[in-house]
Antibody, heavy 115, light 112 residues
């Protein structure tokens, strides 16, 4: 069965960076794109963009350009989402979700930005 | 961007009774390939979302048949014929026809 296992919670100071991992199993990793979704505390879901796991080409929604980077290590079927220059309003749960229409989701990674 | 509007935002229900919620889009979700990419997701408290319905009415594997999706164009509905305790939580609609994908603000299904 498809499983996406994300890395654990992170507590970071403003200005730092964070890298969230998402390890996939149960399917051929390069057959399906990987999406990233943000959920701020008590809020709804925001699609951040996706990465083509075949070519490595990322596509970002406008609000997530500049400080956000999607990457892959296809040898270990893992996708990464990195945030640079963290700000307080980056505090959120970040989900990886595979497939063109968000078929399966990881358990989420809470990133807290606080001084 | 396509704006997705859900109603109601809060839906108090009695277990065993039916429930229905709506999702509207600011543009038609009919794609150039003829499909309508409207999905429904369910999120229980403290859990990650799970997709229930894809392309308006196609139930995902393991989704009980008391949950159904319908609609066309810009107006869509999720219906639960008999609400069970496991159905409580927030339901989100999402459109995947136009870039970028966008979600509705969610409907919170709660016990009356």
């Amino acid at each position: 069965q498809v499983q996406l296992v994300q890395s654990g919670s992170e507590l970071k100071k403003p200005g730092a960076s964070v890298k969230v991992s998402c390890k996939a199993s149960g399917y051929i990793f390069t057959n399906y794109g990987m999406n990233w979704v943000r959920q701020a505390p008590g809020q709804g879901l925001e699609w951040m963009g996706w990465i083509n796991t075949n070519t490595g080409n990322p596509t970002y929604v406008q609000d997530f350009t500049g400080r956000f980077v999607f990457s892959l290590d296809t040898a270990v079927s893992t996708a990464f989402m990195q945030i640079f220059s963290l700000q307080a309003d980056d505090t959120a749960v970040y989900y990886c979700t595979m497939g063109p229409y968000l078929d399966h989701w990881g358990q989420g990674t809470l990133v807290t930005v606080s001084s | 961007d396509v704006v997705m509007t859900q109603s109601p935002l809060s839906l108090p229900v009695t277990l065993g009774q039916p429930a229905s919620m709506s999702c509207g889009s600011s543009q038609s979700l009919v794609s150039s390939d003829g499909n309508t990419y409207l999905s429904w997701f369910h999120q229980r408290p403290g859990q990650s979302p799970r997709r229930l319905i894809n392309k308006v009415s196609e139930r995902d594997s393991g989704v009980p048949d008391r949950i159904s999706g319908s609609g066309s164009g810009t107006d869509f509905t999720l219906t639960i014929s008999r609400v069970e305790a496991e159905d409580l939580g927030v339901y989100y609609c999402m459109q995947g026809t136009h870039w970028p994908y966008t979600f509705g603000q969610g409907t919170n299904l709660e016990i009356k």
